[in-house]
């Protein structure tokens, strides 16, 4: 019975990065110029990887660099490659380095991710010939959108995190148990608690 809990647990993943690429494709083709920019993919593995602190949560990069692979115009291989990198490189830090989850070190997180995540990217795409020297530099097309792009994944894996951790604290029993039993003053305890 074992093989059938890991068959579960297999259709489990590839339902939550199916979904996970649809809402990418979803964000790309309909939202309007600025929020089309927004990197789901990024955002989604990070937020998994926040909340379980599991270096096997990287895993998911493999099936989502496939199905990113297959829907993607660019030589394949190299969004797998700019993913694995990034996330890997950010998952360490986040272990490493930052390990303080406040909201600051989430937003700075999905901030980092982008920028190593494109600049793998164009790295890659300049070495097998697919974007010249020329075409990088005419104009802030491709910096405007780095920008973007930083900022709004970094906003979208924050907003996230700030409504999932509100909502597991506010209907978490043992978190309201310490609440009630708390030793300070009522009266300015709402100053202190989010």
Sequence with gaps: MFWLKWIARIIKILAIIIGI????ICVLDFLP????????????????????????TLFLIIPAGFFLE?????????????????LSVVGWILLH????????????????????????????LLIFGSLT???????WGIITNLFFEAILTALLL?????VV?????????EYINLRTTNNYDRSTRHLWHF
């Design 21 to 24: 690429i649809l809402i990418h």
């Design 33 to 56: 110029f600025p929020f089309n920019n927004t990197n789901v993919i990024i955002a989604a593995i990070l937020w998994i990887f926040i909340f379980n602190a599991d270096i096997r």
């Design 70 to 86: 297959i829907l993607s115009s660019t030589p394949f291989g190299i969004n797998s490659i700019s993913l694995a990198i990034s």
């Design 97 to 124: 380095i930052l390990t303080n989850r406040s909201v600051f070190i989430v937003f700075l997180s999905g901030l980092i991710a982008v920028i190593i995540y494109r600049f793998i990217f164009i790295i890659l």
């Design 133 to 139: 020297w020329a075409a990088l530099w005419s104009g």
């Design 158 to 162: 924050l907003i996230g995190y700030v």
């Design 165 to 173: 951790g509100y909502l597991v604290k506010r209907f978490r029993p």
